[in-house]
């Protein structure tokens, strides 16, 4: 499959704090999904994105698609104790070879 | 809700083994994945399926097989375990290509 780096690995923040984690690819992308897994949990599907510059919000979630579809970023807002966990990104490129990126873990510290 | 059942959550066995994971959705998805998740790895595909009777391999299927006889069944199979298959197996569906995945709890597998 394709290559997608997601970074940072690891990001520890103070409760309220924001965060931000990004996806970037070398190729065009159709589309990126953004997944969160809990500690011990499964991967869950947060939202997808499809057209250039694309920006959706969940709540204290915001995600966007750059305009040259390449990159795509999720920020989250004053960061909560529930909002722990390992933020994942899967790039689609048209084929059947669906690549995840490496993950982001957040630690939120009370 | 999409249900995605792995059928077991923990599993040992030993090294030469011959081991078999199941997944069952139960939503009618074309699309069925295996994937491992190795801490600082991330998820990496092994094999995934469009259809049933077809395979196509992901980006580490060396080791693995799998088996794809009825839509809502797609089996892994470790043909002879080794201790460097020791990993959490997550097993994944989806309608269509490049919609959402829907994933199963997982199966932590340990060889020894």
């Known amino acids: 499959g394709q290559q997608v780096m997601q970074i940072p690995q690891y990001q520890h923040v103070q409760e309220g704090e924001d965060f931000t984690t990004y996806c970037n690819s070398s190729t065009t992308l159709s589309n990126i999904q953004w997944y969160k897994q809990r500690p011990g949990g499964h991967p869950v599907f947060l939202i997808q994105l499809v057209k250039s510059g694309e920006v959706k919000k969940q709540k204290r979630l915001t995600f966007q698609f750059g305009e040259a579809k390449k990159n795509s970023s999720l920020h989250i807002t004053a960061t909560q104790t529930t909002d722990v966990g390992t933020y994942f990104c899967?790039?689609?490129?048209?084929?059947?070879?669906?690549?995840f990126g490496k993950g982001t873990k957040l630690s939120v510290i009370p | 809700d999409v249900k995605v059942t792995q059928s077991s959550r923990y599993l040992v066995k030993r090294t030469g083994e011959k081991v078999f994971l199941e997944c069952v959705q139960d939503m009618d998805h074309e699309n069925m994945f295996w994937y491992r998740q190795d801490p600082g790895l991330g998820l990496r595909l092994i094999y995934f399926s469009y259809d049933v009777k077809m395979k196509e391999k992901g980006d580490i299927p060396e080791g693995y097989s799998v088996s794809r006889e009825k839509k809502e069944r797609f089996s892994l199979i470790l043909e002879s375990a080794s201790t460097n298959q020791t990993s959490m197996y997550l097993c994944?569906?989806?309608?269509?290509?490049?919609?959402?995945?829907?994933f199963g709890s997982g199966t932590q597998l340990s060889v020894l």
């Open positions: 899967w790039a689609g490129a048209g084929s059947y070879q669906l690549t």
């Open positions: 994944a569906s989806s309608y269509r290509t490049n919609e959402k995945l829907f």
